[in-house]
């Protein structure tokens, strides 16, 4: 079942993401546009984890009220929304860590400035 969801999201993406791999004139520019993707992916992941420790909440408070099964479940589901939001977290920090120790002080691509062109006139 798991494949017949994921194949046409990667269809999907890579019909996407094709024309913006054939506009890229460099492979600095194709990374760049990973390193978009990624930092969006990012977010959106962590976001995730904050919503689903929410819903583990709402599930744990309203169980409490109601069934023990709920309630229990609600307290896994945040359970395993801190465990992601904290690994992720981690990692992030860890990227840190290391461009701090390489003094790596910036992550945006060196792209030279096009030519610029004075439309006021002489």
């Given at each position: 079942m798991a494949t017949h969801l994921m194949s046409p999201s990667v269809l999907a993406f890579l019909a996407i993401s094709f024309p913006a791999l054939a506009?890229?004139?460099?492979?600095?520019?194709?990374?760049?546009?990973?390193n978009t993707f990624l930092n969006a992916t990012i977010g959106?992941?962590?976001?995730?984890?904050?919503?689903a420790f929410f819903w583990g909440?709402?599930?744990?408070?309203?169980?409490v009220h109601g069934s023990t099964d709920a309630a229990s479940k609600g307290v896994q589901i945040m359970f395993w929304g801190v465990i992601a939001i904290f690994v992720m977290v981690s990692v992030w920090g860890i990227i840190r860590l290391l461009?701090?120790?390489?003094?790596?002080?910036?992550?945006d691509p060196i792209v030279?400035?096009?030519?610029?062109?004075n439309t006021r006139g002489f």
């Amino acid at each position: 079942m798991a494949t017949h969801l994921m194949s046409p999201s990667v269809l999907a993406f890579l019909a996407i993401s094709f024309p913006a791999l054939a506009s890229s004139a460099t492979l600095v520019d194709t990374l760049a546009f990973f390193n978009t993707f990624l930092n969006a992916t990012i977010g959106l992941l962590i976001t995730l984890a904050i919503v689903a420790f929410f819903w583990g909440l709402i599930q744990y408070i309203f169980g409490v009220h109601g069934s023990t099964d709920a309630a229990s479940k609600g307290v896994q589901i945040m359970f395993w929304g801190v465990i992601a939001i904290f690994v992720m977290v981690s990692v992030w920090g860890i990227i840190r860590l290391l461009q701090t120790t390489f003094k790596v002080t910036s992550t945006d691509p060196i792209v030279p400035k096009g030519i610029q062109i004075n439309t006021r006139g002489f």
